[in-house]
């Protein structure tokens, strides 16, 4: 081979290789634009994944906040409805829900209420109360119980079918998306969003997330109403609390932390006060003691009175009987005492009141008891003296000389007088007691009364009498003074009679009237009989005559009218007496002098 063919066969050679490195680049080439494609393609897929990943995770984490936030809310001092709208603001937040409604059931009554309902085409008209039960969309996922995800044709399947005859509002929607809300285990309520855009169309996804959505928020509706209804208890508790007449109180640590207005009326002190000072500040200083005693017992558990009495004094001084039922009772998860507290001043007055109208009616009883017995045998002498006369005077009255005859008629009227004087002594007993005695003071010679009213009482006793002594001491007897006559004869009277009475023969008593201290002073003392110590205390009832009387004539009254007359005249009437060394009554009265003419 020439030399010239072997360049050629070379040349040959390397275009054959030539070739063939074109044929592979062009493959190579192409294999890498397809691994480039192949590259490109998984990562716009990859970049899709991780975009709807991250889209994902905002939806979670915005969804996490939306449940966060609504339990915030289900516990914050909101309005139901408040809580609703606070509600659907973040259930925009992760689908959309421009327009949304709840609906709650009432199986009871067969009714729905619509405590929210927002919707563009239907606005707020929905938004209702005790809205009868009908075959309608919120009905259907009711009675379902399951979550209903509802398109045009949906729609009008389920009205073919008649699970749906009575939708109402807007029924123009392009998805209609409705959860139900369950509570206590029962479904009573659905979640409701609807679209009427034509670009938005609710998921499978979408319903997930609202059924997500919808079993936090009958959590959070549970808990929001059982705080409303607790709010409401509350607020009706208080209303009864505040209004109620009864004072309700709770003590701790020594104070009252709450007390309701009817217990500042019933301690007659303000609020503040209470509040800022121990809860024994108004309570009388007597009766403080046994009411730490109980209060202390009771919180160490000990066993006492839950019921009793005591005393406090309001602000305007006066003091008022307070009674109490207290319960050992939890406050702020710390040991308290609530208190019931009644204001037991009337109460205790009439039963005070009842009380002496009892003792008056057993006083009266007795009254009239010893009455019937006075006038059995204090009436039986004048009666019998009267009766005596009387028939002397029929059998022998032609023949009697005249001086007989006028002694007999003088013992007759005497008799009379004496009877009529016991049954006015009767009568002033009973106006005193009734509270019918009244003073009328006017002008009086207390000195020549005295003496008048003396020569009285001496004539109208036995002639014995005449034979005790009197020792006067009287004003002069121009000087007046403003006295009730009646009330002053009733006084002055009796103890004169008595006096008299009681001194033995020879005797003396001792009338004296001065003025001492800015008051008038009548004082009668006698060397009688005396009282003995064990009737010093009935000395003044009615009726009562001292052990040592004998057979001294009397009724037993002269001093309770003497007392009566003194009390009704604002005076006092002091006694000193020892058994058989006399007795002193010393009276005390308001002095009213009248000037007289030479004065004036």
Request: glycine share 6%; with cysteine; hydrophobic share 40%.
């Amino acid at each position: 081979m020439s030399h010239s063919d072997d360049l050629q066969h070379q040349l040959d050679t390397l275009r054959k290789q030539h070739q063939a490195l074109q044929v592979e680049h062009v493959a190579l080439q192409q294999s890498i634009e397809k691994q480039a494609i192949a590259l490109e393609s998984w990562m716009e897929q990859r970049t899709s994944e991780i975009k709807a990943e991250a889209a994902e995770q905002r939806k979670a984490e915005a969804l996490q906040r939306v449940l966060y936030r609504m339990a915030e809310r289900s516990a914050a001092d909101l309005s139901f409805y408040d809580f609703l709208r606070a509600l659907h603001g973040m259930l925009n937040e992760v689908l959309y829900a421009k327009n949304c409604y709840v609906a709650l059931a009432n199986l009871s009554r067969q009714t729905i209420n619509f405590p929210y309902y927002v919707d563009e085409r239907d606005g707020d008209i929905m938004q209702a109360d005790d809205v009868p039960m009908r075959q309608g969309l919120t009905e259907y996922v009711l009675s379902t119980g399951q979550a209903q995800l509802i398109d045009a044709p949906r729609f009008a399947q389920l009205q073919a079918s008649g699970h749906i005859t009575q939708a109402t509002g807007d029924l123009s929607f392009t998805t209609w998306l409705g959860v139900p809300l369950r509570m206590r285990g029962e479904v009573l309520g659905a979640l409701v969003v609807q679209s009427y855009e034509g670009g938005i169309h609710y998921t499978r996804n979408d319903e997930d997330v609202l059924s997500f959505v919808a079993h936090h928020v009958s959590a959070a509706i549970e808990r929001h109403q059982a705080l409303d209804d607790l709010r409401k208890s509350e607020a009706r508790y208080r209303t009864v609390i505040e209004q109620v007449g009864v004072g309700v109180v709770v003590v701790q640590d020594g104070k009252m932390v709450f007390a309701n207005p009817a217990l500042v009326r019933i301690v007659g002190h303000p609020l503040s006060y209470l509040l800022a000072k121990p809860f024994t500040a108004t309570i009388h200083p007597d009766d403080v003691p046994g009411v730490v005693d109980r209060h202390m017992r009771r919180l160490r558990g000990e066993s006492v009175d839950a019921f009793y009495g005591f005393r406090v004094i309001t602000q305007a001084g006066e003091v008022r009987s307070l009674e109490l039922s207290a319960v050992k009772i939890e406050w702020g998860k710390r040991d308290a005492t609530l208190l019931f507290v009644v204001d037991g001043t009337a109460r205790l007055e009439t039963e005070r009141n009842q009380r002496i109208a009892l003792e008056k009616q057993v006083e009266l009883n007795d009254m009239k008891s010893r009455f019937i017995s006075m006038a059995s045998h204090e009436f039986r002498t004048p009666l019998a003296t009267i009766h005596g006369s009387v028939e002397l005077l029929q059998h022998y009255g032609e023949r009697m000389p005249a001086e007989k005859k006028q002694l007999t008629l003088q013992k007759i009227d005497d008799s009379v007088a004496r009877m009529t004087h016991m049954l006015e002594n009767v009568l002033i007993i009973g106006q005193a007691n009734a509270g019918q005695l009244e003073c009328k003071p006017q002008p009086l010679a207390i000195a020549a009364f005295c003496l008048g009213l003396l020569d009285e009482t001496r004539s109208a006793l036995s002639k014995q009498y005449e034979l005790v002594h009197m020792k006067l001491q009287l004003p002069e007897a121009q000087q007046h003074y403003l006295l009730d006559d009646t009330l002053i004869r009733n006084m002055v009277g009796n103890l004169l009679s008595n006096a008299i009475k009681y001194s033995p023969l020879g005797g003396e008593v001792s009338l004296s009237v001065f003025e001492q201290a800015q008051a008038l002073v009548i004082r009668i003392a006698d060397q009688g009989i005396g009282i003995p110590s064990a009737d010093m205390p009935h000395l003044f009832d009615s009726f009562h005559r001292a052990s040592n009387v004998g057979t001294i004539a009397g009724t037993g009254l002269g001093l309770s009218i003497v007392k009566d007359a003194v009390d009704c005249h604002g005076g006092t009437i002091a006694v000193q007496s020892e058994a058989g060394k006399g007795s002193c009554f010393t009276i005390t009265l308001p002095l009213q002098r009248v000037p007289t003419p030479t004065q004036r």
